[in-house]
């Protein structure tokens, strides 16, 4: 079994993993940096080292062996323990034990394990699909060198004041005058007001001013009697609550009575569809139709209103 590969895996997702009795891989956060002088842009990086003295089972790695290998928690503590010895027996020879893609391992001349990480793997999971990449900068462009040319520059010569006099004695005339001739004169106010009003009425209101010119010709010294104008009254549109609409006649009067006994003075109207339609009240306005139906609504759903 393959107890390094559960490790890289933990790697991905934890920053410390410990294999118990031997030691503990510690994840170091490391965020994007760029190097000026080579032009090189690095994405963060999750740099791995060990610590010996990290030697403690906190059950991560027997947990995840147990799990994906379906077996006994105890069974997974004995498999990596068997693995510990393995790994004690080759560093004492003075092997050199190689961790695929994390590092290796090695006993130095005080028989202390040291470890040399793998510099080229990266296990941090947010920099994945991400690498490093190099933007040489332009050379040769000095900003300064462009500002100082642009300071260089002749001032645009202005115009001279006498100029600038003999120009605004000119135009100012000409605004006064096209500013006062449309409020002294009735030139356009006409146009305007004639404009302004329905083609229709104002259709009427020349019928009525022939009107009136030919009564004064055939009568000059008369008088003309305006007879008042009676106003016509605004359209009234009532409001009507339909809490129901039926087809048989029998169905309407059951339901006439269900709003009776709710207070209600109901009437049934017939539709144009042929449906009896039931009416609990009849309002003035929106507003008050509106508060209506809300109110009837939760005993008779389907409420609506009708317009008349």
Not at 98 to 104: A, P
Not at 202 to 215: C, H, I, M, Q, Y
Not at 278 to 293: F, G, H, K, N, Q
Request: positive net charge.
């Amino acid at each position: 079994m393959d107890i390094k590969a559960y490790i890289r895996e933990l790697l991905f997702i934890h920053d410390c993993v410990i294999i118990p009795g031997f030691g503990g891989f510690i994840g170091n956060f490391s965020p994007a940096r760029i190097d000026k002088i080579n032009g090189t842009f690095s994405p963060p990086v999750k740099q791995i080292s060990f610590n010996r003295n990290l030697n403690h089972n906190d059950g991560l790695l027997i947990s995840k062996i147990s799990f994906a290998r379906g077996i006994h928690y105890g069974d997974a503590r004995h498999q990596v323990e068997e693995f510990v010895k393995g790994l004690t027996v080759q560093l004492n020879k003075g092997e050199k034990v190689v961790f695929d893609n994390l590092g290796s391992f090695r006993n130095n001349r005080e028989n202390n394990v040291q470890f040399e990480p793998e510099v080229n793997i990266n296990y941090f999971a947010g920099s994945y699909g991400l690498e490093s990449f190099q933007y040489i900068p332009l050379k040769e462009y000095d900003v300064r060198r462009r500002i100082a040319r642009h300071i260089e520059r002749e001032p645009v010569a202005l115009s001279s004041s006498r100029r600038n006099l003999w120009r605004a004695a000119v135009v100012i005339p000409i605004l006064a005058l096209l500013i006062a001739v449309p409020l002294k004169t009735d030139l356009f106010k006409a146009r305007v007001e004639t404009a302004s009003i329905n083609p229709l009425v104002t259709a009427e209101l020349e019928n009525n001013r022939k009107a009136v010119d030919e009564a004064v010709t055939i009568n000059p010294d008369s008088s003309v009697a305006v007879k008042p104008v009676t106003p016509v009254p605004a359209e009234i549109h009532k409001f009507s609550i339909i809490t129901g609409s039926f087809k048989s006649e029998e169905n309407a009067l059951s339901h006439v009575e269900s709003l009776r006994a709710e207070g209600y003075n109901p009437e049934i109207s017939q539709a144009p569809n042929g449906f009896y339609r039931v009416v609990a009240t009849i309002c003035s306005d929106m507003e008050t139709a509106l508060a209506t139906r809300d109110t009837i609504v939760k005993k008779f759903p389907g409420t609506w209103i009708s317009k008349k």
